[in-house]
């Protein structure tokens, strides 16, 4: 993952680093890309600026050198918009300029405004990619700035169905259909255990690699249920609670209850 100066949502990957086999790197410099199965350009809180640092440490270039290679490139929201023809700033959100340059690796065009998009979001892939075989079913997030818009002859990347629990027929993002070329701005898809292990199915194919063995990563509701079983089990109850004067609720099955979490 290229880290960004300003970069957001690092945590997309965050899964990776259970993955026995997967070595995640933060890449700072072009020649740490080298030999990577894949190189994904995270989210940014400032795509603009984050576009022309990208540019004058040469990571840019070396991207684009390995999408003509044939290399699988990952661009999630900020990162995907930068893998875009151009981003625009008519009332100059992040930048004074009103008009930026992208990378072009992808048919997309970004248009700024003033609202911010924050939705939790499911859907299906709509096209085949790195990310997995068309229709297969995901779930994430969206939190950016900015519309983003699929020019003539794109292939949309997600097809959103459901928009904060509203029926929705949104695409997203765009796929190069010759290139191992994806951009999405969809966060938290690698969540999805069966679609971590599809997508490391296919780097490791390239290889040469056998198929990854079924992952044990614990899902993040799983982490929470060992958190609040270490709250109850640490927490004098009710010593607490004839603090708080609410010693009614001393009971030892409430407290991952009033906390949120499943005890």
């Known amino acids: 993952?290229?880290?960004?100066?300003?970069?957001?949502?690092?945590?997309?990957?965050?899964?990776?680093?259970?993955?026995?086999?997967?070595?995640?790197?933060?890449?700072t410099r072009p020649e740490e890309l080298a030999g990577a199965d894949l190189v994904i350009l995270p989210g940014s809180k400032g795509t603009i600026a984050d576009l022309r640092w990208l540019r004058q440490t040469g990571i840019a270039a070396a991207i684009a050198t390995?999408?003509?290679r044939?290399?699988?490139?990952?661009?999630?929201?900020?990162?995907?918009?930068?893998?875009?023809?151009?981003?625009?700033d008519p009332v100059h959100a992040e930048s004074?300029?009103?008009?930026?340059?992208?990378?072009?690796?992808?048919?997309?065009?970004?248009?700024?405004?003033?609202?911010?998009?924050?939705?939790?979001?499911?859907?299906?892939?709509?096209?085949?990619?790195?990310?997995?075989?068309?229709?297969?079913?995901?779930?994430?997030?969206?939190i950016h700035m900015g519309e983003v818009e699929r020019l003539d002859g794109a292939v949309a990347a997600v097809e959103v169905t459901s928009r904060n629990g509203t029926a929705s027929q949104d695409l997203?993002?765009?796929?190069?259909?010759l290139r191992p070329v994806v951009g999405t701005l969809v966060h938290g898809l690698f969540e999805d255990p069966e679609l971590r292990a599809g997508l490391l199915?296919?780097?490791?194919?390239?290889?040469g690699l056998a198929a990854p063995?079924?992952?044990?990563?614990?899902?993040?509701?799983?982490?929470?249920?060992?958190?609040?079983?270490?709250?109850v089990g640490h927490l004098d109850w009710p010593t607490l609670c004839e603090i708080a004067g609410v010693g009614h609720l001393a009971s030892p099955a409430l407290p991952g209850a009033i906390l949120g979490f499943t005890p």
């Open 172 to 177: 997203d993002g765009a796929v190069d259909p």
């Open 201 to 207: 199915g296919r780097l490791r194919a390239r290889r």
């Open 213 to 231: 063995e079924p992952s044990a990563v614990p899902t993040r509701d799983q982490a929470y249920d060992r958190l609040a079983r270490s709250v």
């Open 1 to 27: 993952m290229v880290r960004l100066p300003r970069i957001s949502n690092h945590d997309d990957l965050q899964p990776f680093d259970h993955e026995p086999g997967v070595a995640l790197r933060y890449a």
């Open 66 to 68: 390995r999408a003509e």
């Open 70 to 88: 044939g290399e699988p490139v990952l661009g999630i929201c900020g990162g995907c918009q930068m893998l875009g023809v151009e981003i625009l």
């Open 96 to 142: 004074a300029r009103e008009r930026v340059e992208g990378l072009g690796l992808l048919p997309l065009r970004t248009r700024f405004g003033r609202e911010k998009t924050t939705a939790q979001v499911r859907g299906r892939l709509a096209s085949p990619s790195l990310l997995g075989e068309r229709s297969a079913e995901i779930s994430g997030y969206e």
